[in-house]
T-cell receptor, first 114, second 113 residues
Framework: GENVEQHPSTLSVQEGDSAVIKCTYSDSASNYFPWYKQELGKGPQLIIDIRSNVGEKKDQRIAVTLNKTAKHFSLHITETQPEDSAVYFCAASLYTSGTYKYIFGTGTRLKVLA | DVKVTQSSRYLVKRTGEKVFLECVQDMDHENMFWYRQDPGLGLRLIYFSYDVKMKEKGDIPEGYSVSREKKERFSLILESASTNQTSMYLC????????????FGPGTRLTVL
């Protein structure tokens, strides 16, 4: 079945620096790749997503890149701020049993140091 | 705003007890999901449902069952709770067609003693 590896598990950056989180997936049939942010005491919330027919997508300070050949996708956060501190999850999505089923990575705890 | 609510934020149960975790969504979503979240393991899918009375096993269904009698409500049942089921449980919902975004509830932290 699908497997998603996520690195690093923890990441500390100085405020204003960039942060990069990387994921690798195994099933070439996956065609949708969302990124979720989970703040303390809350459920994960979608922050950006990308489909397999697109190589890059940006939304203000965050961007996601996808390399289908290598089965890699990455989250880039520029000009980090303390409120970016959270746990980030990548996922790869497969269409099965009439719906999209996510396989999540193991998460990255990002700390932005003021 | 989409709202997914879970019946309890914290729950403490004893080994062998039957446990019900309830999830309600208000966006008329067809799909509903139950995940468990453990440190270093991420989110793992237990069960999902794409319609009333329909259910599909996820990656770790053993020891769990589910019920979906109404479109807005999806229940996770632990028939006989065990200590290895101590975890954070997250419910999510999404539309069947179109955008794939899953909307998550705040989670229930279950401790089984």
């Amino acid at each position: 079945g699908e497997n998603v590896e996520q690195h690093p598990s923890t990441l500390s950056v100085q405020e204003g620096d960039s942060a990069v989180i990387k994921c690798t997936y195994s099933d070439s049939a996956s065609n949708y790749f969302p990124w979720y942010k989970q703040e303390l005491g809350k459920g994960p919330q979608l922050i950006i997503d990308i489909r397999s027919n697109v190589g890059e997508k940006k939304d203000q300070r965050i961007a996601v890149t996808l390399n289908k050949t290598a089965k890699h996708f990455s989250l880039h956060i520029t000009e980090t701020q303390p409120e970016d501190s959270a746990v980030y999850f990548c996922a790869a999505s497969l269409y099965t049993s009439g719906t999209y089923k996510y396989i999540f990575g193991t998460g990255t705890r990002l700390k932005v140091l003021a | 705003d989409v709202k997914v609510t879970q019946s309890s934020r914290y729950l403490v149960k004893r080994t062998g007890e039957k446990v019900f975790l309830e999830c309600v969504q208000d966006m008329d979503h067809e799909n509903m999901f139950w995940y468990r979240q453990d440190p270093g393991l991420g989110l793992r899918l237990i069960y999902f449902s794409y319609d009333v009375k329909m259910k599909e096993k996820g990656d770790i269904p053993e020891g769990y069952s589910v019920s979906r009698e109404k479109k807005e409500r999806f229940s996770l049942i632990l028939e006989s709770a065990s200590t290895n089921q101590t975890s954070m449980y997250l419910c999510a919902s999404s539309y069947l067609q179109g955008r794939n975004e899953q909307f998550f509830g705040p989670g229930t932290r279950l401790t089984v003693l």
